[in-house]
């Protein structure tokens, strides 16, 4: 059984930068793909940012350029680097494996970005 617990989240303004760490339990974590996914309001959930086991990472065209997946599979961590915030960065953000797994899925943590 796999849990995750995403953190880092905050109010930042336009232009900002923020960090936020998932850290997941559970000893099948460094052989399965990663993102980061995020749902703003009234929004369906979205991928923004994935990672495989072996570092290759792909992003939304939202996102890129501005964000930066990166995974400690010793630490058992998955990191997501966000620079050049915009308010329509802003939603709940969550990590999940991909493709997401419903029993994956934690609390998310939020991130509100003004402008």
């Known amino acids: 059984q796999v849990q995750l617990v995403e953190s880092g989240g905050g109010l930042v303004q336009a232009g900002g930068s923020l960090r936020l760490s998932c850290a997941a339990s559970?000893?099948?974590?460094?052989?399965?793909?990663m993102g980061w996914y995020r749902q703003a309001p009234g929004k369906q959930r979205e991928l923004v940012a994935e990672?495989?086991?072996?570092?290759?990472?792909n992003y939304a065209d939202s996102v890129k350029g501005r964000f930066t997946i990166s995974r400690d599979n010793a630490k058992n961590t998955v990191d997501l680097q966000m620079n050049s915030l915009k308010p329509e960065d802003t939603a709940v953000y969550y990590c999940?494996?991909?493709?997401?797994?419903?029993?994956?899925w934690g609390q998310g943590t939020q991130v509100t970005v003004s402008s």
């Open positions: 999940n494996r991909v493709p997401t797994a419903s029993s994956y």
């Open positions: 559970g000893n099948i974590f460094s052989f399965i793909p």
């Open positions: 990672i495989t086991s072996g570092g290759a990472t």
